[in-house]
């Protein structure tokens, strides 16, 4: 795990553990989680990257609060050595997670090598039901895919 997705992480928990505004402040941000890409005949190493610039493209394109699978795994290790500490009881630390976790919108998707090539697949799914998917033959290199995502996110997101 980087840094950055550990500083990130608990500046998040941070957030999450802070008191509620008063009612007269600014509506809340709609948040947005993106789940872990499945990733089929694919280095992992090409897919985590791949997660990372989609979850870029998300915050750019939805002008929302993204919920990385990154943020989440620091929110959680963050919360394992609470824990261990004792700085909560495991059931408040776990609250702490899955307050991270928690998103108005999710989306969730695949890279996956076929026969035609690599397909990288995104679809959103809101409250009321499916929304937008997309999917589309990328090229098989990280810079061609990374060229590629935004224009893909904005899909989800007009």
Known sequence: MTAGALAAAA???????????????????????????????????????????????IAESSRADVICPADVEAAALLAKSAVTFGECPPDECMKRVDAVRRADQRVSGALERGEKGLVLSLQLARPDGPGPKVVEQVPADLDGIASRVPGLVKKLFP
């Open 11 to 57: 500046a998040l928990a941070l957030a999450v553990a802070a008191p509620a505004r008063a009612a007269d402040s600014a509506p809340a941000r709609l948040r947005v989680g993106l789940e872990r890409l499945r990733a089929s005949g694919v280095d992992p190493a090409l897919a985590a990257a791949v997660e990372a610039r989609v979850c870029a493209a």
